[in-house]
C-alpha cells in the first residue's frame, strides 16, 4: 500500500508514453487532508534538475497537496525550456486535483539533458488524476522505476497512525542522497516542523549513508508528507524513529537492488573520535574501486581498506588499525592479524567493520561491489 | 638507457624469486658521484609502508648513494618485522655498494600486509650488486613491473646534461601520486634544494594529476638524483623544465598501461578561478564511474559531467557551464548544446573540456575508463 497506506491519501501510476518501452512511467500522490503539512530533503548538488528547484521553492511554506512524480526523463540540464515543463506539470496537476500549483511538488528521474515530451506528460497527469485510489500505491511505486528490477516500499505502524513510503534508485546512488526519488506519506498529525527534523535526522542516517557508486545525483529528493487523518497527534520521538526505520527499509533496498552489483556490503566503522570521523573513513571505504573489485571476487583484502583509511584526514595511529571482515579480524595493529582463510565471502551480505581504536563514535554506512555488470549497464544504458 | 642515461649511474634488474612467476623482481640504481644530491616526494597516504617511512627519513639530510627496489610484495602494512625488512635491504644494499645504510633509499611495490621473503630479497641485493652495469637501467625498469604490461622509461637532454628516469605503475593510480615507483637521475650538478623543487614543481602537475582510479597507493614514491658526473650546474628554469618533461612523459605512459582500461581521458578544466578549482573540478570528473563506464560505451553523456561538477565547491554559475567532448560543444550554458551525434569516441584518446566561465585559470587531470577488464583485474588479481 506504500505511499497510500496512510489514511487520506490517493495515489496512482500510468503509461503516459514517456518511455519509449511504453512501461509505467508516471505517479501522482494526493494528500486529502484535513492537513497538508509536508518537508523535503533534497541532493546536495550544485547542479539541480527543474524539478528540484521548483519543489524546493513550493515547499517554503511547509505544505503540499500533491506530488507528480515521472520516470523516463530527468529534467536536469534543461534550461529555461526545463524550468517551464516543471511548471506546467504542476500547474496541470494542481487544476486536476484542485490545488494551487505551488502546493504540488515535482519529481523527474532519467537521461539527463534531455526536455521531457511534455504534451504526454500532461496528458498523463490527467489520466492519472482520474486513476487515483487509495490503493493506488503500489502502482505508483511502479511507475517510478528507472533501471530499479523491482519497486521499493515498506511501512510502519505506531500508536494510531502509520509511515508509509515507495522509492526508486538503482544507480547513481552516493552521499547528499541516493539518485532516488522517496515519497513517504503518514496519517500522523504532524506539523512541518516536526515532519521536517524527523525526516532530516532519518534521512541523515539512513540514504544519506548509502554510497552504491559515489556518483551524486541532479535530481534527488525526498518528501513526507502528512494528512493528519488519523487525528492522532504523535509523540515526538515515537514519530522520528518510525520515520528513520521506514527511510532505513527503503535504504537497504535501494542498496540491495543496485545496478549491477552481486553484493551488499556494509561498512561499520567502531572506535571513532567522533561520528564525522566514522562516516568520513566509511565513505573513503566504501568508495574504493579496489577494494569492490577484491570483495566481488570474495577476496579478503584487508590491505585496500587500510589504504582507504590513510586518504582521510580521520584520527587514528595507522599502526593500531583493526578490521575484520565478515567477523574475522584478518588486521590487527595495522598488520596481519587472523588468517584470510577463514573468511568467507560466498554469500551476498558482506560486513567490513574497522575499528579506529581512538573512541567511542561509529557509523555504517552501506555499498555495492564492483561488477562488469555495473560497467555493462552503465556503458550501454545512457542516463 | 632510463636511470643509466645520465652519466655517474649504474643500475640492475635481477630474479631474485620474489615474484612466484620467476620474473625480474629486484632493481639496484647507484650513483657513483661524484655528488650524491639527491630529493623525494612520497604518497600523501597516512597508511605508509615500511620503505616509504624509512626513505623519507634517509632523505631528511638530502643525500642517497644508492636505491634498492623490489616488486612483487610491498611490505605495507607488515608492522615491526617489515620495518626490519625494510632496515636489512638497506644495509645490505650499502654493503654492496660501499656506502651507509642512511645513504641508500628503498622501495617496494605488490601486495600490501605479507612480508617480504627477505632471505630471497637479501641474496637478489648481492646478485643484483654483482651486475651493476651503466647500461642496466633498462633492466631495472623491468624488474620493477606488477601488473604494468610494459615498461616506462624516458630521458631529457638539454645543456650539456641529462635526466633519466623509470616508473612503474598500472593501478591504484590516484592523486597524491600514482602507485608508483618512480626513479630519476640526472648528471647535472645540482643540489638537493634545485632537486627539491624541481621534483615538487614537476609532479604537482603531473603524476599528481593521474587519477586512473581514485586510489591511493601506501607506496608510491618518486626519487631524484644526482651525481655531478657532467661538470655543469644546471639554470635552474631549464632543469625545472626538463624534470617536469621527464615526468610528465612517464605520467602518460602510467595512464596509457592503466589496468584494464580502453580509454586515456584528458580532462581539462579552464575558466576556472583558480588553479585548485579547476584541479577540483577536474578531479570529479575524472573520478566519476559513471562518466568513465559511459566514455567506454562510446556515449558522449555530458549529463554526467555536470554531476560531476555539481558536487565540488569550486566557483561556477550552473546555468552559465559549457562542456565539450573531444572538441564538440555538447553542453552550453548548462543545457543541451551541438549534437551528441557529432562526437566520435572511437579512438583510444578522449578529452573532455569542462568551461566554468569564471576566471582565467585550468589544469588537467588524466584518467581512464572503467571497464570489465578493470574489474576482473582486481577481483582476480591481489594486489
Chains 1, 2 share one sequence.
Request: glycine fraction near 10%.
Amino acid at each position: 500500500m506504500t505511499v497510500t497506506a496512510a489514511q487520506g491519501f490517493l495515489a496512482c501510476g500510468v503509461a503516459a508514453g514517456i518511455k519509449e518501452s511504453g512501461a509505467p512511467d508516471l505517479a501522482l500522490v494526493v494528500n486529502r487532508g484535513p492537513s497538508r503539512a509536508a518537508a523535503g530533503v533534497f541532493t546536495s548538488n550544485r547542479v539541480q534538475a527543474a524539478p528540484v528547484r521548483w519543489s524546493r521553492r513550493v515547499l517554503d511554506d511547509g505544505r503540499l497537496a500533491a506530488v507528480v512524480l515521472n520516470s523516463g526523463g530527468a529534467n536536469a540540464c534543461t534550461g529555461p525550456t526545463g524550468a517551464g515543463d516543471t511548471r506546467l506539470m504542476a500547474e496541470r496537476a494542481a487544476a486536476a486535483v484542485g490545488a494551487a500549483p505551488d502546493e504540488v511538488a515535482v519529481c523527474s528521474t532519467g537521461l539527463i539533458g534531455v526536455l521531457l515530451p511534455i504534451d504526454r506528460v500532461t496528458a498523463g497527469i490527467d489520466a492519472a488524476a482520474a486513476a487515483l485510489s487509495p490503493r493506488g500505491g503500489e502502482d505508483a511505486a511502479v511507475a517510478i522505476k528507472t533501471t530499479d528490477s523491482v519497486h521499493k516500499t515498506a511501512v510502519a505502524t505506531r500508536s494510531g497512525w502509520t509511515v508509509g513510503g515507495m522509492a526508486k534508485g538503482a544507480g547513481m546512488l552516493a552521499p547528499g542522497l541516493a539518485t532516488m526519488l522517496v515519497v513517504l506519506t503518514t496519517d500522523a498529525d504532524a506539523d512541518a516542523p516536526l515532519l521536517d527534523s524527523a525526516l532530516r535526522e532519518a534521512v541523515r542516517t539512513t540514504f544519506d549513508r548509502v554510497d552504491s557508486d559515489g556518483c551524486m545525483s541532479t535530481n534527488d529528493t525526498v518528501l513526507l508528507l502528512a494528512s493528519g487523518a488519523s487525528g492522532t497527534v504523535p509523540e515526538a520521538a515515537e514519530f522520528t524513529e518510525a520515520v528513520h526505520a521506514v527511510c532505513l527499509d527503503l535504504a537497504r533496498q535501494l542498496v540491495a537492488d543496485a545496478e549491477g552489483a552481486s553484493k551488499e556490503i556494509e561498512v561499520a566503522v567502531v572506535g571513532a573520535a567522533s561520528e564525522r570521523d566514522a562516516v568520513t573513513v566509511g565513505r573513503s571505504v566504501a568508495r574504493n574501486n579496489l577494494l569492490k573489485c577484491a570483495l566481488h571476487g570474495e577476496d579478503p583484502n584487508w590491505g585496500r581498506v587500510l589504504s582507504a583509511i590513510g586518504t582521510t584526514d580521520a584520527l587514528f595511529d595507522p599502526d593500531r588499525l583493526d578490521v575484520a571482515i565478515n567477523g574475522v579480524w584478518v588486521c590487527r595493529n595495522g598488520a596481519a592479524g587472523e588468517s584470510r582463510d577463514k573468511v568467507d565471502l560466498s554469500g551476498r551480505e558482506i560486513t567490513v567493520t574497522v575499528d579506529l581504536r581512538s573512541g567511542g563514535e561509529s557509523a555504517v554506512v552501506w555499498t555495492n561491489d564492483l561488477t562488469a555488470e555495473y560497467v555493462h549497464e552503465n556503458s550501454a544504458y545512457s542516463s
